[in-house]
């Protein structure tokens, strides 16, 4: 079995690392290769962990190579998706993969559905508040 690992951070980010990356061994051992393709690289969390601003060049440059990735998507038996493909924008993505017979699954940790619900800024909250409920 293929899979394609859509995880938002590499090593470097915990919850990535901790949540899924840290199986892929185990699962490789089973007989599922498994491909990961963090959203957000090891240079960005640099960055944000050494207290700089987020790079909005940069995380736009991510979502247009991660809609690449997607559209090799056919290639795989199934696709693991860390909470969403495209953070802070409707869940366009996952309809898509839906209607077009892509199997995928979404890992969800704690109470990610609050990250738009209880968003501070008015707009998110209006717009996204039902996206990870859906």
């Given at each position: ?35 990961a ?16 601003d ?59 559905f ?21």
């Open positions: 079995m293929k899979v394609l690992l859509l995880n938002r951070y590499d090593r470097l980010g915990g919850s990535s690392r901790l949540r899924l990356l840290q199986y892929i061994p185990w699962l490789a051992q089973r007989g599922i290769e498994v491909d393709s963090p959203l957000l690289d090891k240079d960005y969390l640099h960055t944000l962990y050494a207290g700089g987020k790079s909005w060049h940069k995380i736009a440059r991510s979502y247009i190579d991660r809609v690449k990735r997607l559209l090799k998507a056919k290639r795989y038996d199934l696709l693991w998706i860390e909470k969403e493909l495209f953070p802070m924008l409707p869940a366009w993505g996952e309809l898509v993969l839906k209607r077009c017979g892509v199997r995928y699954i979404v890992d969800y940790d704690d109470a990610v609050h990250r738009y619900d209880m968003h501070s800024n008015r707009l998110i909250r209006g717009l996204l508040k039902k996206k990870l409920i859906m």
